[in-house]
């Protein structure tokens, strides 16, 4: 994509939502939105940020977090014998949005507005041509940039963000950390967060009380306002949901501002961990990322499916 991407300030607002979109400059049935910056040159530009050739795996186990989150059933994995010399499995209560995950652009809508674009929903979700199949199609694949949100307190003295209360990262702390770590955010870039919940999520106490409460990035105006002017493909977190929970109705939706509205896709629950632990040997934030969504057709979501090649 070579055309010059307006500034957030610039683009058009839906007037009884007061919300800025991106509909206009990714045009009608539109599948994409910010993926657009995926071109085939950017792609290419990305493998040179592999050096060691050292391959991290960015997804949790399919059962994890466990106990699961917003009300989703344990997964039931069954293995049996299909024949006298072969194994099957069966996976039933699945949920693809339950463990590392992608939020399609069949996940949120922006009210009676629509999904993105402005699509309506089908009853039928067969009959979409807005699923997650479409990135699947093409993969997921760029320069990811690592901000380290979690080192970064910690290194400078804070207490780590905590697991079962609010702890709200907003786009100045984001800025904070990508000067620190001595990063620039280009145009294309899959931009990957890191808090540490999902392991101190594992290390809770057998039969702790569910939370109720979880970190996120703020899901005000100026951290749309920042993600969108860095012109990332995508942002890709640990969190659950990627803004705070319960969210703040006075603040309103970070889901909102980026799935259906600005185009951005979002991913959550991914396992950063090990990502952490190889930039930090390395003294360097940015390697290859890959991901293939799972190709099923209309999905408003799918598992993460990822990795980081440095």
């Not at 040179?48 to 050292?54: F, R, Y």
């Not at 402005?118 to 997650?132: C, D, F, M, S």
């Not at 003295?157 to 702890?167: A, H, M, T």
């Not at 012109?231 to 969190?239: K, Q």
Request: with cysteine; charged share 20%.
């Amino acid at each position: 994509m070579n055309r010059v991407v307006p500034q957030y300030d610039e683009l058009p607002v839906i007037p009884k939502l007061d919300l800025p979109h991106s509909w206009a400059f990714f045009g009608p049935g539109d599948q994409f939105g910010t993926l657009n910056f995926l071109t085939p040159e950017i792609v290419a530009s990305a493998a040179h940020a592999v050096v060691s050739g050292e391959v991290v795996s960015l997804s949790l186990p399919v059962d994890q977090p466990n106990p699961p989150l917003f009300g989703r059933e344990p997964m039931n994995h069954i293995q049996f014998d299909a024949d006298r010399n072969t194994r099957d499995d069966r996976v039933d209560n699945y949920f693809p949005q339950g463990s590392s995950q992608w939020d399609g652009f069949y996940h949120v809508r922006a009210r009676e507005f629509g999904y993105f674009g402005g699509v309506e929903a089908r009853e039928n979700p067969a009959q979409t041509w807005l699923g997650i199949d479409t990135w699947a199609e093409r993969g997921i694949v760029g320069r990811g940039v690592l901000l380290d949100v979690e080192a970064y307190l910690i290194a400078a003295g804070s207490p780590e963000i905590p697991v079962d209360e609010q702890f709200t990262i907003d786009a100045f702390l984001l800025q904070e950390v990508a000067s620190a770590q001595g990063v620039r955010i280009v145009q294309g870039d899959i931009l990957v967060i890191r808090t540490g919940w999902p392991a101190k999520y594992t290390r809770r106490e057998p039969g702790a009380a569910p939370v109720t409460q979880i970190p996120g990035l703020s899901a005000g105006a100026a951290t749309a306002r920042l993600l969108w002017n860095w012109h990332v493909a995508a942002v890709v977190t640990d969190l659950p949901a990627v803004e705070p929970v319960p969210g703040d109705p006075a603040i309103g939706s970070l889901h909102r501002r980026l799935l259906p509205l600005l185009g951005i896709p979002i991913a959550e629950l991914f396992d950063l961990e090990a990502l952490s632990v190889a930039c930090a040997r390395a003294q360097r934030f940015t390697f290859l990322f890959t991901a293939a969504p799972l190709n099923l057709h209309g999905a408003a979501g799918s598992p993460g499916n990822a990795l980081a090649i440095l």
